[in-house]
């Protein structure tokens, strides 16, 4: 079955410290992967996405995100932290060929961000 | 930029009354999706429509129905609230040819009392 796990359910980091938010997938073939961000009361926003080519894909508001296919995983990372990046993260997975184009979506990591 | 607008932010419901959830995305968008969200469950797809008055069952349909009348829109039906389904709702939107990633509304935040 397809699963998204993000084994951290709340992190806390200093502000001006780097981040990485981990994702661990389970799916039948290499998926289309993206993280999204929602600040309190939000939608989702899509923070970046990966399709192909390059395993290293940059986003909107200075994240990154690497995939590496052995370990099944598409971490985020973002080098300095500011106090708006408050929020909860949700690693997500989606197939490549069908025409549903359903997601599955982790559980989500709440990053609260110390002065 | 895409927009996907729903109805309500906020809305209280009592028990056993039918609840309407709008929700509008000006895209063209061929698939729309309705999610709740829970702490410590992420979200969970309730019924999602690929075309117009097309629907199929997401995780979680038991309780809720979705009619899809123009492409537009896409409404989540709670024909008669209850407690359990105090929730986060979300509406998402996506197209085929821009790939899976989904476009999501501000949310509806139901409380049934």
């Known amino acids: 079955a397809q699963s998204v796990t993000q084994p951290d359910i709340h992190i806390t980091v200093s502000e001006g410290a780097s981040l990485e938010l981990r994702c661990n997938y389970s799916?039948?073939?290499?998926?289309?992967l993206f993280w999204y961000v929602q600040s309190p009361g939000q939608g989702l926003q899509l923070l970046l996405k990966?399709?192909?080519?390059?395993?290293l894909v940059q986003g909107i508001k200075g994240f990154e995100a690497e995939f590496k296919r052995s370990q099944s995983s598409f971490n985020l990372r973002k080098p300095s932290v500011h106090w708006s990046d408050a929020a909860e993260y949700f690693c997500?997975?989606?197939?490549?060929?069908?025409?549903?184009?359903?997601?599955?979506f982790g559980t989500g990591t709440r990053l609260l961000v110390s002065p | 930029d895409v927009k996907v607008t729903q109805s309500s932010r906020y809305l209280v419901k009592r028990t056993g009354e039918k609840v309407f959830l709008e929700c509008v995305q000006d895209?063209?968008?061929?698939?729309m999706f309705w999610y709740r969200q829970d702490p410590g469950l992420g979200l969970r797809l309730i019924y999602f429509?690929?075309?117009?008055?097309?629907?199929e069952k997401g995780d979680i349909p038991e309780g809720y129905s979705v009619s899809r009348e123009k492409k537009e829109r896409f409404s989540l039906i709670l024909e008669s609230a209850s407690t359990n389904q105090t929730s986060m709702y979300l509406c998402?939107?996506?197209?085929?040819?821009?790939?899976?990633?989904?476009?999501f509304g501000p949310g509806t935040r139901l409380t049934v009392t």
């Open positions: 998402a939107s996506s197209s085929p040819g821009q790939g899976p990633e989904q476009y």
């Open positions: 799916y039948g073939a290499t998926p289309y």
């Open positions: 990966y399709f192909s080519g390059d395993t």
């Open positions: 997500a997975v989606g197939p490549v060929n069908t025409g549903f184009q359903k997601l599955v």
């Open positions: 895209m063209d968008h061929e698939n």
């Open positions: 429509s690929y075309d117009v008055k097309m629907k």
